[in-house]
């Protein structure tokens, strides 16, 4: 069975520095991996996802991820925050076993500091 | 409609008494899923239907929970006595099929028991 750990509760970086969340995740093939955030009052919104191809992978609002299979890490980065980045992070992974099931990690909260 | 609804927004409940939460999905998909969100929680996989095959239940708390999907597309989520340790943010998503896995959420339901 699939798992996903992200090891940080919640991260705070300033306004304008570098993010990176972290993610590892346990399955024997290879998955399928997503990264979700959700916005205060929000609900869950894909920021990318990879299927298989180039191992890193752009998506939305200016965030990208790299897929490392020799480490079963799928970390998350943002050249510089943005006050309005402030959420929760979730990771996520899923896999075709007679039925496509995704489990969520715990999630990183994100404060921005300015 | 255009995303997934839910209903109702919010439920407050008396411990003991059974409720149960409605999904609407995107009009043609035909996954569904239902997570749990408790406070400070991560996305806790509860159940997940995929067109007319059995669902995978494996999520499930306890029998005092159980769902169902008629016609492939309606979906209740039934908590029968339910406990103060069942209050949190039910969220239900759904997906177009197998090889289109991003997972497109509802708003969720915040059911809190008293």
């Known amino acids: 069975a699939q798992s996903v750990t992200q090891p940080d509760i919640h991260i705070t970086v300033s306004e304008g520095a570098s993010l990176e969340l972290r993610c590892n995740y346990s399955?024997?093939?290879?998955?399928?991996l997503f990264w979700y955030v959700q916005s205060p009052g929000q609900g869950l919104q894909l920021l990318l996802k990879?299927?298989?191809?180039?191992?890193l992978v752009q998506g939305i609002k200016g965030f990208e991820a790299e897929f490392k299979r020799s480490q079963s890490s799928f970390n998350l980065r943002k050249p510089s925050v943005h006050w309005s980045d402030a959420a929760e992070y979730f990771c996520?992974?899923?896999?075709?076993?007679?039925?496509?099931?995704?489990?969520f990690g715990a999630g990183t909260r994100l404060f921005v500091k300015a | 409609g255009a995303g997934v609804s839910q209903s109702p927004s919010n439920k407050v409940t008396e411990k003991g008494k059974d409720v149960e939460l409605r999904c609407d999905p995107i009009?043609?998909?035909?996954?569904l899923y239902w997570y749990r969100q408790s406070l400070g929680q991560g996305l806790e996989f509860l159940i997940y239907?995929?067109?007319?095959?059995?669902?995978?239940k494996s999520g499930l708390p306890s029998d005092r929970f159980s769902a169902e999907r008629t016609g492939g597309s309606v979906s209740t989520l039934t908590i029968q006595r339910t406990q103060q340790e069942d209050s949190a943010v039910y969220l239900c998503?759904?997906?177009?099929?197998?090889?289109?896995?991003?997972?497109?959420f509802g708003p969720g339901t915040r059911l809190l028991v008293l």
């Open positions: 998503a759904s997906t177009v099929g197998t090889g289109q896995e991003t997972q497109y």
């Open positions: 009009s043609g998909h035909t996954a």
């Open positions: 399955y024997g093939a290879t998955p399928y």
């Open positions: 996520a992974v899923g896999a075709n076993t007679g039925g496509f099931k995704t489990i």
């Open positions: 990879y299927f298989s191809g180039d191992t």
């Open positions: 239907f995929q067109g007319n095959s059995a669902p995978d």
